[in-house]
């Protein structure tokens, strides 16, 4: 077996130190360097020859503007991920600080509802001053009227009329 001459490969994709297309096209390259060697050993059952890892080599040269695209769709891709996730995560932190705040709200305003409410006693009892008060406007009202259509003396002389004849009780010698 002769010896190989060394790969240039990660000189061509990767530009600089931190050149992180390159270095993500360069593990795209590997990726695709172990792919090709195992489908290699899978149809012969022996190790890529040394001219098959030639052949393989020149192809990734002629290549090396697909794998930078190829590295920078992958980087893209990751990165919109990474911002819809990001986006979701401040969201649902966002959903939950509204709903805890809400809670706390209305907790607050039932509470404050709480005790300016009045009593059941209290309603009733104001339920029942309320039809007095209203039943002695009315009556007034109707006394009102009636001693303008009558006047005052017919309106006390309709009055005894309609109780009629009193009788007085027996006196106690």
């Known amino acids: 077996m002769s010896p190989r001459s060394p790969n240039l490969i990660y000189r061509e994709l990767v530009e600089a130190p931190d050149d992180f297309i390159g270095l993500v096209a360069y ?4 990726r695709r360097k172990i792919e090709f060697i195992q489908g ?8 890529p020859s040394d001219q098959q890892i030639e052949t393989f080599h020149l192809s990734c040269k002629a290549n090396i503007p697909g794998y930078r ?5 992958v980087i893209q891709s990751f990165l919109e991920q990474y911002s819809i996730d990001e986006i979701d995560n401040y ?6 600080e509204f709903s805890n705040r809400q809670d706390i709200l209305q907790a607050e305003f039932e509470n404050k509802l709480e005790r300016i409410k009045p009593s059941a006693f ?3 009892f104001q339920g029942a001053i309320g039809s007095f008060v209203f ?3 009315v009556g007034l009202i109707v006394v009102f009227i009636l001693g303008f ?16 004849p009193m009788k007085l009780p027996p006196t106690i010698p």
């Open 40 to 47: 290699v050993v899978t149809q012969t059952g022996d190790a």
């Open 122 to 124: 209290a309603n009733i």
């Open 69 to 73: 695209t190829e590295a920078t769709a």
């Open 27 to 30: 593990g795209i390259y590997k």
């Open 149 to 164: 259509r009558i006047g005052l003396g017919g309106l006390v002389e309709e009055f005894l009329k309609t109780l009629g």
């Open 91 to 96: 969201k649902r932190k966002l959903e939950d």
């Open 135 to 137: 039943t002695i406007a």
